[in-house]
């Protein structure tokens, strides 16, 4: 369950220099930045690297955080950041491989057979398949619970475009779902429940 107020509470207290509550700050938050950067960045063999970054980052800027907004969120903005940082040097790199599906070739190394794995492969795959802007919406909203205004800080757009990207994901979830299982009836559970509710509507001239 998330606790907004307690995950701020110790992010001011870690600018102030308290051991205690930047671990604290650290466990709380860690899952919310590690499934977001990994949505967001399509590339699985990066996530312990950008995570670190993030927190790296994060910490050197606390002595700047006043808690205006929510530390989560702030956070998110920093991660949002990081990957962002690396998608432009990886694109002002060189490419070494001689494919262009890197981002395949890493994900035929991640491991199968645990628990889970299938399932959460599914949902990858399915969000991978979504414009980047959708999908990040999508995570922010549906996968990390943030509300539509949290998500629109941390996007930086307005909040009928996180809407508007939402709805459309979902459309874009369900008709995948349906058409791969072959169903005229909704997607299967497992999978479906991360989806969420129906589609909220789009306000009217959002960008998507």
Do not use: K, N
Request: charged share 25%; proline share 8%; net charge positive.
């Amino acid at each position: 369950m998330r606790d907004d107020a307690a995950v701020t509470s110790w992010a001011l207290a870690a600018r102030a220099g308290d051991p205690v509550a930047v671990e604290e700050f650290v466990r709380a938050t860690r899952p919310d930045v590690r499934r977001y950067v990994a949505h967001l960045s399509g590339d699985p063999q990066a996530v312990d690297d950008l995570v670190q970054d993030t927190y790296l980052r994060a910490l050197r800027s606390l002595p700047g955080f006043q808690g205006r907004s929510s530390a989560r969120t702030w956070l998110l903005v920093i991660a949002r950041r990081v990957v962002a940082d690396r998608i432009r040097r990886l694109a002002a790199r060189p490419r070494l491989a001689a494919t262009d599906d890197w981002q395949a070739a890493a994900e035929r190394s991640q491991p199968r057979g645990v628990p889970g794995f299938d399932e959460s492969v599914a949902l990858g795959e399915l969000l991978a398949a979504l414009p980047r802007a959708r999908r990040e919406a999508f995570v922010l909203t549906q996968l990390l619970g943030l509300t539509y205004p949290e998500a629109a800080a941390v996007a930086r757009c307005p909040v009928g475009t996180i809407r508007s990207r939402v709805a459309r994901a979902r459309e874009t979830l369900i008709t995948q779902l349906t058409a791969e299982e072959g169903e005229p009836a909704g997607p299967e559970p497992a999978v479906a429940d991360r989806i969420g509710a129906p589609p909220v509507p789009a306000t009217a001239g959002a960008m998507v």
